[in-house]
T-cell receptor, first 115, second 113 residues
Framework: DSGVTQTPKHLITATGQRVTLRCSPR?????VYWYQQSLDQGLQFLIQ???????AKGNILERFSAQQFPDLHSELNLSPLELGDSALYFC??????????????FGPGTRLLVL | AQSVTQPDIHITVSEGASLELRCNYS??????LFWYVQSPGQGLQLLLK????DTLVQGIKGFEAEFKRSQSSFNLRKPSVHWSDAAEYFC???????????WGAGTKLIIKP
C-alpha cells in the first residue's frame, strides 16, 4: 500500500457525460500527478500540482481539467467524455515540488469505461 | 529528445529461472533511472532507482539493475523468478532538462510453472 488513495475504483459512463476522479496523496506529500494508461498510448503524464498550484503539464486534453485543494487532495475532471477516454487513470504523489529525482508513489488507479 | 525503449513487449520465463528485462534510453547526460512494477489490478510500485555512484543498484523483491553508460542501458535482473513476479515492468528516465519522467512502454512478464 503506497498511501495514495483514489476513488472510485471503477466508473462506467456514457459519451458526453462528465466524471470526477479523486486522489488523496500520501501524508506529507505536496505534489500530485495524474497519468492516463491505455492499451494504445501506454502511460501518459497528464498534469502535476504542487501545493495547490499547477506545476507541469503533459498530454492533458482541453476537455480535461484538474485542481488541487488546500487539503492537498486533487480532482481530475473529464468532460465531455469520448469513447477514447476509456483508460486507467493513476494518481501519484511525491514529497516535494517534483523533478526528475523525486520518487513518485502511485495509487491503485480508477478504471474508466466510456460506452 | 529524450526517449526510453523497452524492446520486449512480453517475456516468458520459467519459475526459478533468471530474468533480464531490457531498458535503453536516449539522453546526452547521466539520467535518473527508475524501474517500476505494476501487478495486475494494482498501481505502480518503485522497484529501484539510480541517480549516481555504484552502477549496480539493489532494489526490493530481490531485483537489481545495472547502469551501463556506454550502452545507454539500465537492465533489470533477478536471479530466480517466482510466480508472484508476474506483472508489467516499466522503465522511466528523468533528466534535469525535462521536469517529468519519460516512461517506457512496459514489458509484461509471464511466468511458466
Amino acid at each position: 500500500d503506497s498511501g495514495v488513495t483514489q476513488t472510485p475504483k471503477h466508473l462506467i459512463t456514457a459519451t458526453g457525460q462528465r466524471v470526477t476522479l479523486r486522489c488523496s496523496p500520501r501524508s506529507g506529500d505536496l505534489s500530485v500527478y495524474w497519468y492516463q494508461q491505455s492499451l494504445d498510448q501506454g502511460l501518459q503524464f497528464l498534469i502535476q500540482y504542487y501545493n495547490g498550484e499547477e506545476r507541469a503539464k503533459g498530454n492533458i486534453l482541453e476537455r480535461f481539467s484538474a485542481q488541487q485543494f488546500p487539503d492537498l487532495h486533487s480532482e481530475l475532471n473529464l468532460s465531455p467524455l469520448e469513447l477514447g477516454d476509456s483508460a486507467l487513470y493513476f494518481c501519484a504523489s511525491s514529497v516535494g515540488s517534483g523533478g526528475p529525482q523525486e520518487t513518485q508513489y502511485f495509487g491503485p488507479g480508477t478504471r474508466l469505461l466510456v460506452l | 529528445a529524450q526517449s526510453v525503449t523497452q524492446p520486449d513487449i512480453h517475456i516468458t520465463v520459467s519459475e526459478g529461472a533468471s530474468l533480464e528485462l531490457r531498458c535503453n534510453y536516449s539522453y546526452g547526460a547521466t539520467p535518473y533511472l527508475f524501474w517500476y512494477v505494476q501487478s495486475p489490478g494494482q498501481g505502480l510500485q518503485l522497484l529501484l532507482k539510480y541517480f549516481s555512484g555504484d552502477t549496480l543498484v539493489q532494489g526490493i523483491k530481490g531485483f537489481e539493475a545495472e547502469f551501463k553508460r556506454s550502452q545507454s542501458s539500465f537492465n533489470l535482473r533477478k536471479p530466480s523468478v517466482h510466480w508472484s513476479d508476474a506483472a508489467e515492468y516499466f522503465c522511466a528516465v528523468g533528466a534535469d532538462s525535462n521536469y517529468q519522467l519519460i516512461w517506457g512502454a512496459g514489458t509484461k512478464l509471464i511466468i511458466k510453472p
